[in-house]
């Protein structure tokens, strides 16, 4: 492949969700209050866990870590696409564009790796719960969490590798609001058809492992909470539904825009859109609403914080 072409393309144009200037609005509007929900959910949680020592365990640990990832997650993308529904020309550089294809690789694939260690956290909490402080001590957990983000730089790299390598000289069209691989590769000046099903192989790769690992931890979790006492078995359940959610939520937009991609416009429209900003924006309210100890959590922190503003 030739690098040398790549500066003939400066900027890519974004065609963006809409296209009337009253549907423009309408989705500013939307958008943003959805991004400032993200972000205040996500901090709320990791604010919570890192200050109340009730919450200092491995679970909420990789709790927080979810909740920085899907922060990220949504930054990557949403504030370019907020700021872009009020302007005419919605072009992105090439090395912006390029930023946000290893960005979004990179953290979508740690939360990936973050989300079957949680599932095996729940695993042993469950499966093994007399060696579960032995298994996951704080060095364990720590090494879990370093992986996920190596994991996640290693398959944005892998990505990377190929993608800036690509000659871009003659359209410069996006039909999305942000700069994914499939949509970027079409661009290229040459037969990109064998490349682009090699590119959605290995991000498809890396998905489908981790949803087969996820299958099998919450297969032994299920079959463990069968035997277990009544009480146990339904503490077990409430907490596995919402991981299991979660991974419904995350994994199924990935799968039908890199694994069995349907090509069809509007719907990987709505796809990217769900990825990248419904589930940062569904993960706190999963997580808190069905979560007694986050729920006792915020009314702690609330109790603390007007009892410290009435003493002032």
């Not at 296209?19 to 209050?33: A, E, G, K, N």
């Not at 981790?210 to 146990?232: N, P």
């Not at 503490?235 to 090509?263: D, E, G, R």
């Not at 990987?268 to 990248?276: E, T």
Request: with cysteine.
């Amino acid at each position: 492949m030739d690098g040398g072409n790549q500066s003939t393309v400066s900027e890519f144009v974004l065609l963006g969700l809409g296209h009337s200037w009253s549907m423009q609005v309408l989705l500013f509007m939307i958008f943003l209050i959805l991004y400032l929900i993200i972000v205040s959910g996500n901090v709320v949680i990791v604010t919570l866990i890192i200050t109340d020592p009730h919450l200092h365990s491995p679970m909420y640990f990789f709790l927080a870590n979810l909740s920085f990832i899907d922060l990220w997650l949504s930054s990557v993308t949403t504030p370019k696409m907020i700021a872009d529904f009020l302007k005419d020309s919605k072009t992105i550089s090439f090395a912006g564009c390029m930023c946000q294809i290893l960005f979004v690789h990179f953290v979508g694939g740690g939360e990936m790796v973050i989300l079957v260690v949680m599932a095996y956290d729940r695993y042993v909490a469950i499966c093994r719960p007399l060696h579960y402080s032995t298994i996951m001590s704080l060095s364990k957990c720590f090494g879990l969490v370093l992986m996920s983000w190596t994991a996640g730089f290693v398959h944005a790299m892998s990505q990377m590798a190929v993608i800036v390598q690509l000659p871009f000289c003659g359209p410069r069209e996006i039909d999305s609001f942000f700069c994914d691989i499939p949509l970027v590769i079409k661009l290229a000046c040459m037969d990109s058809s064998d490349l682009g099903i090699l590119m959605n192989a290995d991000s498809g790769i890396v998905a489908v492992t981790c949803f087969i690992l996820l299958l099998i931890s919450y297969t032994y979790i299920l079959l463990t909470v069968r035997q277990s006492s009544k009480t146990g078995a339904s503490k077990a359940l409430s907490t596995c539904s919402a991981h299991v959610t979660v991974v419904m939520i995350f994994f199924v937009p990935c799968i039908f825009i890199y694994v069995w991609p349907l090509n069809i416009t509007w719907l990987d429209k709505f796809l990217a859109v769900f990825y990248s900003v419904f589930t940062p924006l569904l993960n706190p309210a999963i997580y808190t609403l069905r979560n007694k100890e986050m729920k006792s959590a915020m009314k702690r922190f609330r109790s603390y914080y007007i009892d410290s503003k009435g003493n002032t």
